[in-house]
């Protein structure tokens, strides 16, 4: 696969997994950080979703976030063959509740770890990305302080509307 100029990858295991995923894209958008959008079917395309994992580090990427629903392995086998995070992001389908999704994701082997968010939480997913990234970068640490203190502020004031 082709080098890339993205720090994230968001994959996901199917285009109707994209009404959640793309949450994680828009927090990222917030930060300005580069990240690319695709499908990659851990069931449907296996061949492409080796491919994808063996590749990412070596392309360029810094961050993978994967989002999948139901019997969700995309981010547990991309987690397998690739050295980079891979944050995991169980997508609710009509039945179960996203229950199958989270448990999926979750349940990883010792050696072979994906940071799971909670079921539909691609923006948690996307934030984590921001995090991983400022670990090495004090200028969007200083951006994620900042965007804690807006989370403060807001809570803050709704507090002041409940009290009257
Ligand atoms: C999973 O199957 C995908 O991640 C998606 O959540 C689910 C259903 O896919 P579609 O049948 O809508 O393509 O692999």
Do not use: C
């Amino acid at each position: 696969m082709a080098e890339t100029s993205a720090r994230v990858g968001i994959v996901m295991g199917s285009d109707s997994d994209w009404p959640v995923m793309k949450l994680a894209a828009e927090a990222l958008a917030e930060f300005d950080i580069a990240h690319e959008a695709d499908v990659v079917s851990a069931h449907r395309m296996p061949e492409e979703m080796l491919e994808y994992g063996r590749s990412a580090a070596s392309r360029g990427l810094s961050v993978i976030i994967a989002g999948a629903g139901g019997a969700a392995h995309l981010p547990g086998m991309l987690a397998a063959v690739t050295p980079l995070p891979v944050i995991g992001v169980p997508v609710p389908l009509k039945y179960l509740d996203g229950m199958d999704s989270l448990l999926s994701i979750v349940q990883m082997p010792a050696g072979v770890p994906v940071a799971t968010v909670a079921v539909g939480g691609a923006r948690n997913a996307g934030l984590l990305a921001v995090r991983i990234l400022a670990a090495t970068s004090p200028e969007l640490q200083e951006r994620m302080s900042a965007f804690q203190a807006d989370l403060r502020a807001t809570a803050q004031e709704k507090g002041a509307v409940v009290r009257g």
